[in-house]
């Protein structure tokens, strides 16, 4: 996403050096109460850091000085890394607004539930202002001025409260207009006074509904700020709003905000495979193989983290971080192990294994979740005081943006990640620093993910500049927080008179003519005898299991500063134990989602639009009725034959895929 203030930067270094001249009187006499009175380019100890305090002094000069003629129509957007601190500068402006302009009301959007807790636990009595000390006693503010209601939770009160409450905190679905609640919302939001918009986790707002209703918003918004820490999706889309900062990762290292990432992998020499009989259970064939010839069976990337063996091996080095974690911790904090699954049936299977084989207590957070187990979750950080504190918690989708627990030292991914901004908001769960009492803000401090190298994650690590540091012995000691190397220097914008915008496209030189791309073969022809094609389509029964892994070590990788990289023992063999079962209720949805995720992926490679997926998905869980469960539904078919289904779903998609025409048939010709 380009960084629209660019051009601004010396002018912007002007205005702050020479005093700020053109604020309102009342707004230079709010930064000054937050200035340092030591340094009038910094802001006073115990207010903001020093990235905040740049992300407000930019917001302040866009909307006074530039005005949103010049930037911000649409609103403004500052990239902060996860761990940033981007609640502050939102507090900061919304007091500002209120000194200085007048401003009453306040309305805080935010992309789901979890978020939304955070953002009530922080702006609930006024804590972050009070916190902070935003509020100078000349002002005649205070924190409980600022009353906060939150949409749809005990705490709202209807229409009186949308007009009583000076901050309003809800989800953006709240206010579409396909809902009654929504056209409510809407309604005694537009009918009251004109107010500020806050639009926390923006990277998801590049959503039909949700930027008609950000439009419907504009004519009452005073000033729109979006923040987020990743603002470039992996549908290449981004929010409307102009972006004025960036404090992305590298600077967050120089600066000591966040933890720093260090990614362990097993070093494989060997491994073990058993080829079964998914209906009957029986062992056909063992066989052992090198490492370096594994990529010719084509095992699914997954199968490395999710067969029993694999999981465990991968579990054991990750509670190895946890412990060593926990020595650092010294009892002042407990340290949490965040595991990443990818369907709820590996979440259990995980949870489990981790609470029954490893014997550490561990807590499962899905959609299915209630309310008690949200909330425990929300508060793992809380919870040193108790006599057996969760060492671990397991989640498939929930526990990402917005949920924050600083104590998460340790994180185990059982998935692999395509998605570039999901990847970073996982990392992100384990960047926030530990900020207790007893933990001296210059600590060192590091996040241990554990990965393995057949997910292919160095897309990822890449991301964080990752290097290596080699010549480490398998048996050598090394202790990560007391050889980080100092982090790169910080990016600064050279020259910023020489940043140009890219002109639009003149449409008097652009040529209209044909550009030949060369003989391309037309999309094979819808089958209308789809049904008989996917009648016919055969199984093999066997599957291959990962049944054993020979590690030589784990290899260490530090990412930002220097990338050093070191090798630790393996860890020890698992004596046999049981193995974790996963329950009815789970495998059955871990079926459905597979066939949805199935439909979807096959609609989309057939040149379809996700929306067709539907009708794929019918027909595909028709198909594995058939082939599969005796005919029997989804719900009542027997335990065994599900577990079948499941193990036979990889083989599915890859079959059912290579019939040229037969997802077109689907679509084209349906029943």
């Not at 554990?450 to 012995?473: C, M, S, Y």
């Not at 082939?627 to 577990?643: P, Q």
Request: with cysteine; net charge negative.
């Amino acid at each position: 996403m380009f960084n629209r203030f660019a051009r601004y930067e010396d002018a912007f270094r002007d205005w702050r050096r020479d005093g700020m001249p053109g604020l309102k009187a009342d707004s230079y006499k709010y930064v000054e109460s937050l200035t340092s009175k030591d340094d009038d380019q910094a802001a006073r100890a115990g207010t903001l850091w020093p990235h905040q305090w740049e992300s407000f002094l930019r917001v302040v000069y866009a909307h006074e000085i530039l005005g949103k003629a010049e930037l911000g129509a649409d609103g403004l957007l500052l990239n902060v890394v996860t761990g940033g601190g981007k609640t502050a500068v939102i507090a900061a402006v919304i007091a500002w607004l209120r000194v200085a302009h007048n401003v009453q009301k306040f309305l805080m959007l935010c992309p789901n539930l979890i978020v939304r807790d955070r953002l009530e636990d922080d702006f609930e009595g006024g804590k972050v202002f009070k916190d902070r000390d935003l509020l100078p006693d000349w002002a005649h503010s205070t924190p409980k001025d600022f009353v906060l209601t939150t949409l749809g939770s005990s705490k709202e009160g209807g229409w009186a409260s949308l007009f009583s409450a000076s901050v309003i905190l809800g989800n953006i679905h709240q206010f579409y207009l396909h809902n009654k609640g929504g056209q409510s919302n809407l309604s005694g939001l537009m009918n009251g006074p004109e107010f500020a918009l806050f639009n926390d986790e923006a990277h998801n707002s590049p959503a039909p509904e949700y930027e008609a209703t950000l439009k419907r918003m504009r004519e009452k918004v005073v000033l729109r700020v979006d923040t987020t820490a990743t603002p470039d999706r992996a549908d290449g889309r981004a929010p409307d709003s102009d972006m004025i900062y960036e404090y992305g990762v590298t600077d967050a290292l120089a600066d000591a905000i966040i933890k720093t990432p260090v990614v362990y992998q097993p070093d494989i020499k060997t491994v073990q495979l058993t080829y079964t009989d998914a209906r009957t259970g029986e062992q056909r064939k063992v066989e052992e193989i090198d490492w370096d010839e594994v990529d010719r069976l084509g095992l699914n990337a997954t199968q490395w983290v999710t067969d029993d063996e694999p999981m465990r091996q991968q579990m054991a080095i990750a509670l190895r971080r946890l412990e060593e974690q926990e020595r650092r911790a010294k009892k002042r904090y407990q340290p949490i192990l965040f595991v990443v699954a990818v369907c709820k049936a590996d979440a259990v299977k995980a949870e489990e294994t981790l609470n029954k084989y490893f014997k550490v207590k561990t807590l499962l957070v899905t959609e299915d979740s209630d309310e008690a187990d949200r909330q425990k979750a929300r508060e793992l950080g809380k919870q040193q005081k108790a006599g057996t504190p969760y060492r671990a918690v397991v989640s498939v989708l929930m526990l990402r943006e917005g949920w924050d627990v600083p104590e998460v030292g340790t994180i185990l991914l059982l998935r692999k990640f395509g998605s570039k901004v999901y990847g970073q908001q996982v990392v992100g769960r384990g960047l926030r620093r530990v900020r207790v009492r007893s933990v001296e803000p210059t600590e060192p401090q590091i996040c241990a993910v554990v990965d393995h190298p057949k997910l292919e994650h160095q897309w990822l690590w890449d991301i964080f500049n990752a290097k290596k540091r080699t010549g480490v012995l398998i048996d050598d000691l090394f202790d990560e927080t007391e050889d980080l190397p100092e982090p790169l220097p910080k990016q600064e914008l050279e020259k910023p008179d020489l940043v140009i915008d890219v002109p639009p496209i003149d449409p008097s030189v652009t040529d209209d003519g044909e550009f030949d791309v060369g003989d391309i073969a037309p999309p094979p022809k819808p089958l209308e005898n789809w049904k008989a094609a996917l009648d016919a389509v055969e199984y093999d029964p066997t599957v291959v299991e990962i049944t054993k892994v020979g590690i030589a070590g784990v290899v260490g990788q530090e990412l930002g500063g220097q990338g050093w990289r070191t090798v630790h023992s393996a860890p020890d063999e698992s004596p046999i134990g049981p193995l974790a079962q996963v329950s009815d209720e789970a495998v059955r949805e871990a079926v459905k989602a597979g066939l949805l995720d199935m439909a979807e992926d096959l609609t989309v490679e057939a040149g379809y639009a996700a929306t067709f997926k539907d009708q794929v998905y019918s027909a595909l869980l028709h198909h594995a009725r058939a082939k599969f469960l005796n005919d029997s539904s989804l719900g009542l078919a027997e335990r065994t034959d599900v577990d079948f289904a499941w193990k036979m779903l990889r083989q599915v998609k890859a079959k059912v895929g290579a019939i040229p025409g037969l997802i077109a048939g689907v679509i084209e010709h349906g029943d």
